[in-house]
């Protein structure tokens, strides 16, 4: 059981916050395979400024995706809090806050990660947002800016002044901002924030491509859960796999080709919901990469359902390969 505020998950892994990935789509497929609870993309807190555009982008989440966390992005402290309000009075489950996202434009708005050079700032947007809701409150950090030392005092300063302001969990990527996505996540600096602040909710993130390797390091990291990112990419299943060796059964037979075409053209209608359909085969196809990825002949699938330009042209590829549509 993971406790994340008055949330309770039964099992110690989510869905981790996938900007331009975790849409809603891809949240209902997650919870029907069994994630406890999925985060949004980040989105930027600005627009709750503007009520016609929150109003037009945002709504409830729907009961098909159980518990979803929005994660905001600023840098003023009043505007975030705002924006947490905002996502929490329309019926998300759980705020989290992103002092990760490495990307040039965030940075120079002095937004994400380059919170971590900022512990005061930092600290201040959670007590304004904490102030401002009642449901859970998360942090998402990386372990540092860069690798410097006093990149490190800074990101000990953020987790300490958090944890002592009552954050319900800190979610720690373990790469620096600078570092992007190179070298390996470091678990070990993750593990010792959990030993330094053992009365806190910790969640560590980096590398779970698989179920084997999520479990893994719910076991050896001491930690209290873990978020999967990249490995549920055209992968809900991971989800049920993981949830399966957690609970100390066998890992579930991998989807059957028919199994892989239905999730994949109930992922596209899903998109295909809320845009038209050349825009929805388009956006799909990063999807289809991913799905592409279990099927025997993944080279050749993948090309075909690449090469698709419309909906007829997608069903048709999917009928070929997986048999169903
Ligand atoms: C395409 C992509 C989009 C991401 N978007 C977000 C985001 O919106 N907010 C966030 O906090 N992290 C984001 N991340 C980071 C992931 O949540 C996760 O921490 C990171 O990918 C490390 O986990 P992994 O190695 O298991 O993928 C993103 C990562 C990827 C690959």
Not at 31 to 44: I, N, Q, R, S
Not at 145 to 154: P, R
Request: one cysteine or more.
């Amino acid at each position: 059981m993971l406790k994340l505020g008055n949330l309770r998950l039964d099992v110690p892994f989510f869905q981790a916050p996938l900007s331009g990935y975790s849409d809603r789509a891809m949240r209902v497929l997650a919870h029907k395979y069994g994630a406890p609870l999925t985060y949004t993309g980040v989105m930027l807190d600005k627009i709750a400024l503007h009520r016609k555009a929150f109003d037009r982008l945002y709504s409830r989440p729907g009961a098909d995706e159980g518990p979803v966390g929005a994660q905001i992005l600023g840098s003023n402290p009043e505007t975030m809090a705002v924006a947490a309000e905002s996502f929490a009075n329309i019926g998300f489950n759980l705020i989290d806050l992103n002092f990760a996202c490495p990307a040039p434009k965030v940075l120079r708005r002095f937004s994400g990660g380059y919170l971590l050079k900022e512990p005061e700032t930092a600290i201040r947007i959670f007590q304004y947002v904490r102030k401002s809701v009642s449901c859970p409150v998360t942090i998402k950090l990386r372990n540092g800016f860069d690798n410097s030392q006093e990149s490190l005092d800074k990101f000990w300063q953020i987790c300490q002044d958090a944890v002592a302001e009552g954050v319900d969990a800190l979610i720690i990527h373990g790469r620096p901002v600078k570092n992007l996505y190179r070298d390996r996540s470091n678990w070990e600096i993750i593990s010792e924030v959990k030993r330094e602040f053992p009365q806190a909710t910790i969640i560590g993130s980096g590398d779970l491509m698989d179920a084997e390797t999520v479990v893994e390091h719910l076991k050896t990291s001491g930690l209290d859960g873990v978020i999967i990112a990249r490995g549920a990419i055209g992968n809900p299943w991971i989800f049920r796999e993981a949830r399966a060796l957690w609970e100390g059964r066998q890992k579930p037979e991998g989807p059957s080709l028919a199994e892989q075409g239905e999730v994949f053209l109930r992922h596209y209608e899903l998109i295909a919901e809320t845009r038209p359909m050349k825009k929805s085969v388009r956006y799909f196809r990063k999807f289809a990469v991913g799905y592409s990825r279990h099927h025997p002949q993944r080279k050749k699938v993948q090309a075909d359902l690449i090469a698709a330009r419309t909906r007829d042209e997608l069903y048709a590829a999917v009928k070929e390969w997986y048999g169903v549509g």
